[in-house]
Nanobody, 125 residues
Framework: VQLQASGGGLVQAGGSLRLSCAAS????????LGWFRQAPGKERTFVAA????????YYTDSVKGRFTISRDNARNTVYLQMNSLKPEDTAVYYC???????????????????WGQGTLVTVSS
């Protein structure tokens, strides 16, 4: 599976962006999908995950109520709607996939099998 993330950019604090991650080479069905981010000089951290059916989601505390993860299996695409952005959300955002039919949600990056190349989100104050 090849993942291609897009939608990053420069936005003012309080603004919104929607990230997309499209898969090629294989259908998304049967994969848990996740978003991670890496700020300059810091480790990659978990942002959100969604089960293969889309029925379950999981967020890190700092983005709850502001970010929404969703997926369209027919389009092989996962989205991250980011609202009320803060300067501390500035990072390179990565999408990732893990084969899983159990509905599991994972916040540990090492369990994911495939990764996109990342898209930069910059939030100015």
């Amino acid at each position: 599976v090849q993942l291609q993330a897009s939608g990053g950019g420069l936005v003012q604090a309080g603004g919104s962006l929607r990230l997309s991650c499209a898969a090629s080479g294989r259908t998304f069905s049967g994969y848990t999908l996740g978003w991670f981010r890496q700020a300059p000089g810091k480790e990659r951290t978990f942002v959100a995950a969604i089960s293969w059916s889309g029925g379950s989601t999981y967020y890190t505390d700092s983005v709850k109520g502001r970010f929404t993860i969703s997926r369209d299996n027919a389009r092989n695409t996962v989205y991250l709607q980011m609202n009320s952005l803060k300067p501390e959300d500035t990072a390179v955002y990565y999408c990732a996939s893990k084969r899983d039919y159990s509905g599991g949600l994972y916040s540990t990056n090492r369990v994911y099998d495939y990764w996109g190349q990342g898209t930069l989100v910059t939030v100015s104050s």
